[in-house]
């Protein structure tokens, strides 16, 4: 490994810093971390925060509508409801915002400015995927396919993907 | 779940989304871990590093004043950095190849995409305590080692033209 002054690197082993627990310790904590039983019983403290974090995305959701042109605003409050939705259930509106996010990322790197159509076509799906009851499931999985398609093809034009 | 140490353990969690930081706790809670203190981004993280000890710190990525890239870099070589070696873990949804590569060289010990999962959060964890990694300290970086995989039997070749060994005790 080369340094800027030529200097070797130093290496600090495990042993050598303080670590979060003993040896013995650690190996039961990894066990309990791994077992079933504490997976589900945490997986019940998530299934509890699933309301909040519906109202949550909820008025992300708002936000975003309301947004318009405010690129900014769209890319935090997509980027939020990304982070959030599966958690909370929510799978396709967490893909079609990630889809979102992604584009407008994609297009920033590339110094290109987005296609307001298009984002404005996500922000819909995102909506109507948020307040969709399970029986209109199957259908956000179609129009999040078709958008990421659109979104890639869009891409593609822009020379980037 | 008592008996398996994290009832001693004090964590941190960085994160502007008051949600997301409600959901961790409720994690960190489920395996035992009571005492956590909240910051809202990088800024305020440091200061309650600085005011409390701290053996596990999750953060996330994009914060204003200060994000988690900058703050894991403070915690990493900051001349008043409380804890250079504190495990951080890094939970974001932006996923992107270069964000990721970011993190790993801003000094991250895990990286964790969003959508978060109890089983996710808590491999991240069981990895930390179970293979802590060797820290590396160079002109450009000080941080946990980025070559995370390394067969007890490799003999070689290689990787790098002047690899070494060299281990430091730094107590």
Not at chain 1, 48 to 75: C, H, S, W
Request: aromatic residues 4%.
């Amino acid at each position: 490994m080369k340094t800027t002054t030529g200097k070797q690197p130093q290496i600090i082993a495990p042993d050598a810093y303080p670590q979060m627990m003993s040896k013995p310790n650690a190996t039961r904590a990894g066990k309990t971390l791994r077992s079933t039983q504490t997976v589900e019983k945490a997986q019940a403290a998530i299934e509890a925060q699933v309301p909040a974090l519906r109202a949550a995305i909820l008025g992300y959701v708002e936000d975003l509508e309301k947004a318009q042109n405010d690129m900014t605003l769209v890319f935090e409050r997509a980027h939020e409801i990304r982070g959030m939705a599966e958690t909370a259930g929510l799978v396709t509106t967490g893909r079609i915002a990630d889809i979102l996010c992604r584009y407008m990322d994609d297009m920033e790197r590339i110094k290109r400015p987005v296609d307001p159509t298009l984002v404005a076509l996500n922000v819909s799906a995102i909506g109507r995927a948020a307040r969709a009851e399970d029986g209109d499931a199957a259908m956000g999985d179609v129009v999040a396919t078709e958008l990421a398609a659109l979104v890639a093809r869009r891409l593609s034009d822009a020379g980037q993907g | 779940m008592t008996g398996a140490g994290f009832e001693t353990l004090k964590a941190l969690i960085v994160e502007d989304n008051a949600h997301m930081r409600t959901l961790l706790r409720a994690l960190l809670n489920s395996i035992g871990i009571k005492e956590i203190a909240e910051a809202g981004n990088g800024q305020s993280g440091l200061i309650l590093l600085r005011e409390r000890k701290s053996d596990l710190v999750l953060s996330d990525l994009a914060m204003k004043p200060m994000d988690g890239l900058e703050f894991t870099r403070r915690v990493r070589t900051d001349e008043q950095s409380p804890n250079p070696f504190v495990p951080i873990i890094m939970i974001t949804g932006h996923t992107e190849k270069y964000r990721v590569e970011a993190a790993r060289d801003a000094g991250v010990t895990e990286f964790l995409a969003k959508p978060i999962t109890a089983h996710n959060l808590f491999s991240r964890i069981a990895e930390i305590v179970e293979r802590p990694r060797a820290f590396v300290r160079c002109d450009n970086y000080f941080g946990p080692d980025r070559r995370r995989h390394q067969l007890d039997d490799y003999a070689g070749p290689w990787r790098r033209k002047d690899d070494f060994q060299q281990e430091v005790d730094v107590r």
